[in-house]
């Protein structure tokens, strides 16, 4: 275990821990789990960190438990929120349940490997339990002192806690118990708004079993400018591709300011020690080429979404900011290349108009609602100065044939100088 705790460590993982589990023995497997909300049928970003501590624990050689709360989803947790969310029935969460499982199964091994995750839902253990039963069984073992004790209580008590919610750290703790009973799981993994639901689980299974449980918390991430982390203008980014396309989820990372990339790059990768501070180097030396942020945005863009979309997004980005070619435009998909071209102006034509066009400077002034250029004159003078493109194919001179290849059979780009941007589509 000290193997995986340095390894935290290091990585800037690790917020709180209860100090014994220094003590645990290096020679046998441990298990350990993260609890993950079903609230929304797609992890985010934020997630990763806890993705990413169980993919560490994998690798030292423990094994993972991924518990989904089919049933703590009913209820609500109440750390680090300000009023009571809605509540969801099962049909919407068990939906949830499977596409978090589809997920988890990108980062961690569950077959081949004697250390192999698994994933559990805690509705099998509370689905037909009682409330009479829990009351009786479990909650006589807690004091109310000790549990409004615990900060995400004490926030809440003057804008108001339901009973629902006040329940909710020993509804946890009681996962706690049973992982450890049922799958010996002995240590529970999570951010740090949650360490105290995690001891609570770790004294219910002091004072219930008379044994010793462990538990470390990861920070919850910032950014340097006090900006939210996982949120942009559209909101979340999504572990999904049709909720966040890989392009943006590419975007999001490549645009890490200086001083967030190099803790970034050590809480959402797997590259060794070495190999960060290696990069960091050549980073510092030549700030400019953003060597830490291409880095970062290929392992985790690689990682969730698989070599070939990272590949499509940095030629998709290339549109943009670098060089490239019809080929690169052509081969990325009708809604990459809206979102890639996404806010500059647009021209809706018919084919017609594109076939009766009678040159390329009619085409690119009167025929093009004279959006691009304003006459005819003016093209012949862009053109003549070479810069003038139709799908990432300049034109060379006035006497060129209208480009009438169109993009996903409806679409034409047109570069007017370097930054300037048309997005062409025919009805």
């Given at each position: 275990?000290?193997?995986?705790?340095?390894e935290?460590?290091?990585?800037?993982?690790?917020?709180?821990?209860?100090?014994?589990?220094?003590?645990?023995?290096?020679?046998?497997?441990?298990?350990?789990?993260i609890g993950?909300?079903p609230?929304?049928?797609?992890?985010?970003?934020g997630?990763l960190?806890?993705?990413?501590?169980?993919?560490?624990?994998?690798?030292?050689?423990?094994?993972?438990v991924?518990l989904?709360g089919?049933?703590?989803g009913?209820v609500?947790?109440p750390s680090?929120?300000?009023?009571?969310r809605n509540?969801?029935?099962e049909?919407e969460?068990?939906?949830?349940?499977?596409?978090?499982?589809?997920?988890?199964?990108?980062?961690?091994?569950f077959?081949?490997?004697?250390?192999?995750?698994?994933?559990?839902?805690n509705?099998?253990?509370?689905?037909?339990m009682?409330?009479?039963?829990?009351?009786?069984?479990?909650?006589?073992?807690?004091?109310?002192?000790?549990?409004?004790?615990?900060d995400?209580?004490?926030?809440?008590?003057?804008t108001g806690?339901?009973f629902?919610?006040f329940?909710y750290?020993?509804v946890?703790?009681?996962?706690f118990?049973?992982?450890y009973?049922?799958?010996?799981?002995i240590l529970?993994?999570?951010?740090?708004?949650?360490?105290?639901?995690m001891?609570?689980?770790?004294?219910?299974?002091?004072r219930?079993?008379?044994?010793?449980?462990?538990?470390?918390?990861?920070?919850l991430?910032?950014?340097a400018?006090?900006?939210?982390f996982?949120?942009?203008?559209e909101g979340?980014?999504w572990?999904?591709?049709?909720?966040?396309s890989?392009?943006h989820?590419?975007?999001?990372?490549i645009?890490?300011?200086?001083?967030?990339?190099?803790?970034?790059?050590?809480?959402f990768t797997?590259l060794e020690?070495e190999?960060?501070e290696?990069?960091?180097?050549?980073h510092?030396?030549a700030?400019?080429?953003?060597?830490?942020?291409?880095?970062?945005?290929?392992?985790?863009?690689?990682?969730?979404?698989?070599?070939?979309e990272?590949e499509?997004?940095v030629?998709?980005?290339n549109?943009?900011?670098g060089k490239?070619?019809?080929?690169d435009?052509?081969?990325i998909?009708?809604?990459?290349?809206?979102?890639?071209?996404?806010g500059?102006?647009?021209i809706?034509?018919?084919?017609s108009?594109?076939?009766e066009a009678?040159?390329?400077?009619e085409f690119?002034?009167?025929t093009?609602?004279?959006i691009?250029?304003q006459?005819?004159?003016?093209?012949r003078?862009?053109?003549?100065?070479?810069?003038?493109?139709?799908?990432?194919?300049?034109i060379?001179?006035?006497?060129?044939?209208?480009?009438?290849?169109?993009?996903?059979?409806k679409?034409?780009?047109?570069?007017k100088g370097?930054?300037?941007?048309?997005?062409?589509?025919?009805?």
């Open positions: 275990m000290r193997k995986f705790f340095e935290l460590s290091w990585r800037g993982l690790i917020h709180d821990y209860t100090p014994a589990i220094k003590e645990l023995s290096e020679d046998k497997i441990i298990k350990a789990y993950f909300d609230t929304a049928d797609s992890l985010h970003v997630s960190v806890q993705i990413m501590l169980l993919v560490h624990l994998q690798r030292a050689g423990h094994s993972p991924a989904v089919g049933a703590t009913m609500g947790d680090g929120k300000s009023k009571e509540l969801l029935g049909e969460i068990s939906h949830n349940l499977q596409c978090i499982e589809k997920q988890l199964r990108k980062f961690l091994r077959e081949g490997v004697e250390n192999k995750a698994e994933v559990v839902n509705f099998d253990w509370f689905g037909g009682s409330f009479l039963n829990f009351i009786r069984d479990v909650g006589k073992h807690m004091t109310i002192s000790y549990m409004i004790a615990k995400s209580v004490q926030k809440r008590l003057e806690m339901s629902t919610e329940s750290q020993l946890q703790g009681y996962d118990l049973r992982l009973e049922d799958k010996g799981c529970q993994l999570g951010g740090s708004d949650q360490w105290g639901n001891l609570t689980g770790t004294e219910l299974i002091r219930m079993l008379g044994k010793e449980a462990y538990a470390i918390t990861s920070p991430i910032t950014k400018d006090g900006g939210k996982g949120k942009t203008e979340n980014i572990l999904d591709p049709e909720k966040t890989p392009y989820f590419y975007q999001f990372w645009n890490a300011s200086d001083e967030d990339a190099p803790k970034y790059i050590r809480i797997i020690k190999e960060i290696a990069l960091e180097k050549e510092n030396e700030p400019h080429l953003r060597i830490l942020q291409k880095q970062l945005a290929k392992e985790i863009t690689s990682l969730v979404h698989g070599e070939s990272y499509n997004a030629k998709a980005s549109l943009l900011f490239s070619t019809l080929n435009l052509k081969s998909n009708e809604q990459t290349l809206l979102q890639v071209f996404e500059v102006p647009k809706t034509l018919s084919k108009e594109l076939s009678k040159d390329i400077c690119l002034s009167t093009t609602q004279n691009i250029f006459s005819k004159g003016e093209a003078r862009m053109i003549q100065g070479g810069g003038v493109s139709i799908n990432k194919e300049k060379s001179g006035i006497e060129d044939p209208i480009n009438k290849e169109l993009l996903q059979g679409y034409q780009l047109i570069q370097k930054k300037n941007y048309y997005l062409v589509e025919y009805a």
